[in-house]
């Protein structure tokens, strides 16, 4: 199964996160994505403008696993939770500070504030799509109740290490923890705060929400921590703590990849293959004069140097010509994925290419589903198509057993594509425009946008399905990214 999403990461870049479930019934699992890109031609973005080396010095690819999936009350309830097995392994290193107990010490604790990010994450947007109005309030309760609780026993656990077999670097391990705690509580309390402007709930859980941040706030102002303030210079430095806290605490969940490039050993069949052709024509054309004028003549000797000059041409050109056709089935790269250092759980391949629209099948251009309007556009400037194919393989089984306290079910690869270059030929961001009011006219400024259509294609051992974006763009950068509710028939 893959699971995908598209969104805007910052102003120049836009995010495609993809995940791929290691199906337990099958031992290696094939995932497929063809992602094709309309790009409008009054942007100048072609072979020659925007090469395949562009491409990949502005996509920046992170593969990690995916986090083990727990409620909130989960995470503190139960047998063997992760709050349980962190207190286990704080015990075994405050008896035992050995490099065993050390590592998996380290390995608690950075799994578990992943686990309640994930959590915290799924129970905001799980309140915010509520459609049920008599459960909000439930649900708001329920939200403070389990970060109360999880708090609460993770701060209680401190005592446990905070004893002189501990040194200072291992308990400084859990104090970073802890503040990275803290900085996901504030996130998302805020964050859902945010999406009930417009729910109709009780006002007692505002309050509630709001006291949760105050007690997060100033429970970091206890222990000497930046908290978020109208100082410039002070948010900075915060901004740089948590970016690295974040870094930090979720590095468990991060790949080894090794790329290397794909073909290596084809590209040179191909170069000689290329060299073979042009060498019969060169021989041919030598024995042919030869048989028609004979040796040291003038004629012999003129086409002689006419062949040797276009054998080099006709080289360069099946060069080209072979090397186009290997391309189209198959990839520029070959990225291996280890867990550690030599734990190999798959392998994912990529290409990039540009495909005419002749070649493009007909079930990609109806989901690109152009209007009267654009097809207008289309016909008088037209659009250029880029094709990023993926190909994942994952080992099913190694996957599962890379870590023995919890079940891995798969993994996340997120892509992020810059599109600074696309902006280059871009017309001013805001056009000035007029119209009436009383009897007067008015000058007002519109915004001129692009937009770029992405089609992706997904291929999985069991099914086939399409899914369409549309990225909304101007001179200043990404204004939003649009998810196209469009399925035709096939």
């Known amino acids: 199964m893959i699971s995908e999403s598209v969104k805007i990461h910052d102003k120049f870049s836009f995010e495609i996160k993809l995940g791929y479930s290691s199906d337990s019934e099958m031992e290696s699992p094939e995932y497929s994505i063809n992602m094709y890109l309309f790009v409008p031609d009054s942007l100048d973005v072609n072979r020659f403008t925007y090469k395949q080396d562009d491409f990949y010095y502005d996509l920046k690819s992170n593969i990690r696993l995916m986090t083990p999936v727990y409620l909130l009350r989960d995470i503190y309830q139960g047998q063997n939770n992760p709050m349980i097995r962190l207190e286990k392994s704080l015990l075994g290193i405050a008896r035992n500070p050995n490099k065993a107990n050390t590592e998996n010490y380290e390995f608690q604790i950075k799994m578990f504030g992943s ?15 509520n459609k049920i109005d ?22 209680k656990l401190r005592r446990l290490i905070n004893v002189p077999t501990v040194y200072t670097k291992l308990l400084n391990i859990y104090l970073f923890a802890d503040e990275y705690l803290s900085n996901l509580i504030e996130k998302y309390t805020f964050r859902l705060m945010r999406y009930l402007r417009n729910k109709n709930y009780d006002p007692k859980y505002k309050t509630g929400l709001l006291e949760l941040i105050k007690e997060e706030i100033n429970y970091k102002i206890s222990k000497d921590l930046p908290v978020v303030s109208d100082n410039y210079n002070n948010n900075e430095e915060l901004l740089y703590r948590r970016s690295v806290l974040k ?42 004069t030869q048989q028609e004028y004979g040796n040291f003549t003038i004629p012999f000797f003129i086409t002689l140097v006419i062949g040797y000059m276009l054998k080099d041409r006709i080289k360069e050109l099946m060069r080209v010509y072979f090397s186009g056709k290997y391309r189209k089935k198959h990839f520029d790269h070959k990225t291996k994925i280890f867990s550690g250092k030599k734990h190999s759980i798959g392998y994912c391949k990529e290409s990039f290419s540009y495909i005419d629209e002749e070649n493009i099948s007909d ?10 309007l654009t097809e207008i556009e289309n016909d008088w400037i037209g659009e250029k198509v880029i094709l990023y194919r993926k190909k994942i393989k994952l080992y099913g089984k190694k996957i599962k057993t890379v870590y023995k306290d919890y079940k ?5 690869d997120i892509a992020r594509i ?4 696309f902006l280059d030929k871009m017309t001013n961001p805001e056009m000035p425009m007029y119209f009436i009011e009383n009897e007067k006219y ?27 974006y549309r990225i909304v763009l101007n001179r200043n950068g990404i204004k939003r990214v649009q998810k196209i509710m469009i399925e035709p028939k096939n």
């Open 115 to 129: 686990i309640v990010k994930s959590a915290l994450r799924r129970e905001v947007f799980h309140i915010k799509d």
């Open 134 to 155: 008599a459960d909000t309030n439930f649900l708001i309760r329920s939200f403070i109740q389990d970060i109360n609780e999880i708090k609460g026993k993770y701060r």
């Open 247 to 288: 870094k930090y605490v979720e590095s468990k969940l991060f790949l080894n990849t090794q790329q290397k490039k794909e073909g290596k050993f084809a590209e040179q069949i191909i170069y000689s293959l290329a060299a073979g052709v042009a060498m019969i024509f060169a021989t041919g054309v030598a024995f042919y």
């Open 363 to 372: 079930r990609i251009m109806k989901r690109r589903n152009r209007s009267h």
């Open 408 to 412: 891995i079910s798969g993994i996340n």
């Open 418 to 421: 810059n599109i600074s270059r």
């Open 442 to 468: 008015k000058k007002i400024y519109g915004n001129k946008v692009y937009h770029l259509n992405l089609i992706i294609n997904f291929k999985t051992p069991n099914k086939e399905f399409f899914k369409r």
